[in-house]
């Protein structure tokens, strides 16, 4: 059984949003043609508190895109975006939601961030993503949305880690910096991914 894990497909990550990944509105009619394909689609939702520490509006002196420790780890500031219940949070209307059986949130702790749908970048709590998937005796996930480099990447590795087959799908995802998704992509495709 074959599942699709859409990630992230919110206003804020959308020319015009916050944080908006170029042209990643062109995905939207790829996923959703793809969608009849699988036996299970799910997504995921990016969905801060407005307090957030991933928000360099949080932290005195420093710039989005600025780098810092976080609870030692390394952490990427971004501009504000995704916050509960602002419009920018919201599942883009044009994706076609009818198949969408499970959202799963992520990102709202304030103290760490959250690309992976199946875990925060500590690790330390699970969305429950992974025990749902395997409840619905899926083998294999295809992982597409925003952003390449970030949470469909941490989300298609963590797949591996939970013992899924994982693959990308490239014409359904767009990167925030296409460099870094091609060095992505290589360690993803190192530990057994596939890039479809
Ligand atoms: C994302 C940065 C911060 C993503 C989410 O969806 O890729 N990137 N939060
Ligand atoms: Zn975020």
């Not at 963590?158 to 870094?180: C, M, N, R, V, Y």
Request: proline share 4%; hydrophobic share 40%.
């Amino acid at each position: 059984m074959k599942a699709l894990i859409i990630v992230d497909i919110q206003y804020d990550f959308l020319p015009g949003g916050s944080l908006a990944v170029a042209k990643g509105d062109e995905i939207i009619p790829v996923i959703n043609q793809i969608q009849p394909h699988y036996d299970l689609v799910v997504a995921t939702q990016d969905w801060h508190p407005a307090d957030h520490q991933s928000f360099a509006s949080q932290h005195v002196g420093k710039a989005v895109f600025d780098q810092i420790d976080l609870d030692g780890a390394e952490q990427v500031l971004w501009p504000d975006h995704c916050v509960q219940q602002s419009p920018g949070a919201e599942i883009a209307d044009l994706l076609d939601t009818r198949h969408i059986e499970a959202i799963f949130r992520k990102g709202m702790d304030p103290c760490v961030d959250s690309y992976s749908g199946f875990y925060d970048n500590g690790r330390r709590k699970h969305t429950g993503l992974s025990g749902y998937l395997k409840d619905r005796h899926i083998e294999e996930v295809h992982v597409c949305g925003l952003a390449a480099d970030f949470c469909v990447f941490y989300t298609a590795m963590d797949a591996l880690q939970e013992g899924f087959s994982s693959a990308i799908i490239s014409k359904a995802t767009k990167a925030i910096d296409k460099g870094s998704f091609m060095e992505k992509k290589d360690i993803f495709i190192k530990h057994g991914g596939q890039l479809l």
